[in-house]
């Protein structure tokens, strides 16, 4: 469906894109993420046609932009800056005025239902939330009924629940059979919604699978916190013990909390427990820290992940 080969884009000194190729399959939800100036809204300005690349190749359905613009833009749908809809008009005119600039187009209302703003068909624009206002852009992109959309960091400054319902209409839009390809700066949406991620750092993809290849491809090697009732006394004993563990790889006391590292987290905890039973110290709380995207980016990088 997507076909990108190293792009590339500079602007004067500021090398935005350095090299970046992927391709995305029909239906696929395709996520890059990465952190601020990573290159993401670039190369998605460059794929969507609106910024021409340096260098590299861009095929969407088999076409180029030089030759086939046209006809790219009936395919694609582009959700635009909230800043582009218009704040005097409702939601249904809205939909209604994008209708307009493509030869085919759904009507408003299944639009309207897709992104869950019936309650709000007949409001205008500046009387809706955030979430609202992106559900309506998403909208948007969606009234030419493309093959392919363009979402860049659609949750992006929402609170928890309004990214989740945009969260239910990326899930909606698959279910239709629509390949999306988007930005996001969350992880955890990332690894939620994707079939595939493409980490991108300094303008390069540093990884790009599938949410669970990435995290399964991470070393074994698994955090576990234990949480003591009584004292850090019995943290500093544990400590002794968890050293002499071969699985053990790594520990690290702090005040009555206690991490450490090991290749075999079931086998580690047995061993733990038991000692700790036999010597009738507490503990309060154990937790296997799961392995998530954000681990995936620091393992590549060496770098911690700020949202
Ligand atoms: N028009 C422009 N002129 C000059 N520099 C630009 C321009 N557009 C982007 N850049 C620079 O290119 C780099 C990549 O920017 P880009 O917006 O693509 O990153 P991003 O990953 O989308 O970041 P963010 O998550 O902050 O939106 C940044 O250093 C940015 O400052």
């Given at each position: 469906m997507l076909e990108v080969k190293q792009l590339r884009k500079t602007f004067g000194a500021v090398t935005a894109v350095d090299d970046i190729s992927f391709t995305v399959g029909e239906g696929e939800v395709f996520t890059i993420i990465g952190p601020n100036g990573a290159g993401k809204t670039t190369t998605l300005e460059m794929v969507e046609g609106l910024q021409k690349p340096d260098r590299g190749e861009i095929r969407i359905a088999g076409l180029g932009?030089?030759?086939d613009g046209p006809r790219i833009k009936q395919l694609i749908g582009v959700q635009p800056q909230?800043?582009?809809?218009?704040?005097?008009?409702t939601v249904y005119e809205n939909l209604d005025v994008f209708a307009a600039f493509y030869d085919k187009s759904r009507p408003a209302d299944d639009i309207i239902e897709l992104i869950n703003l019936q309650d709000h068909r007949?409001?205008?624009?500046?009387?809706?939330s955030g979430g609202q206002k992106q559900r309506l852009a998403i909208g948007l992109a969606m009234i030419n009924d493309p093959d392919i959309l363009f979402l860049d960091e659609?949750?992006?400054?929402?609170d928890p629940q309004a990214r989740r319902n945009i969260w239910d209409i990326v899930l909606a839009l698959k279910q239709m059979g629509k390949t999306t390809v988007m930005t996001t700066h969350y992880m955890e949406e990332a690894e939620k919604l994707s079939d595939r991620v493409c980490i991108v750092d300094q303008g390069m993809v540093i990884a790009l699978d599938t949410p669970k290849n990435l995290i399964e491809g991470l070393t074994k090697e698994r955090e576990v916190v234990l949480a003591f009732a009584d004292s850090e006394k019995s943290a500093g004993t544990v400590l002794t013990a968890l050293d002499s563990?071969?699985?053990?790889t790594k520990t690290h006391a702090d005040g009555e909390r206690l991490r450490f590292w090991t290749v075999n987290p079931e086998e580690s905890l047995f061993h733990l427990l038991r000692w700790i039973s036999e010597r009738e110290d507490r503990i309060e709380q154990i937790s296997i820290k799961d392995m998530s995207l954000e681990d995936v980016f620091i393992a590549y990088t060496g770098k911690e992940w700020r949202d």
């Open positions: 932009w030089e030759k909230s800043s582009a809809l218009f704040d005097l008009l007949n409001k205008k624009v500046k009387s809706l659609p949750t992006t400054g929402l563990m071969p699985s053990v």
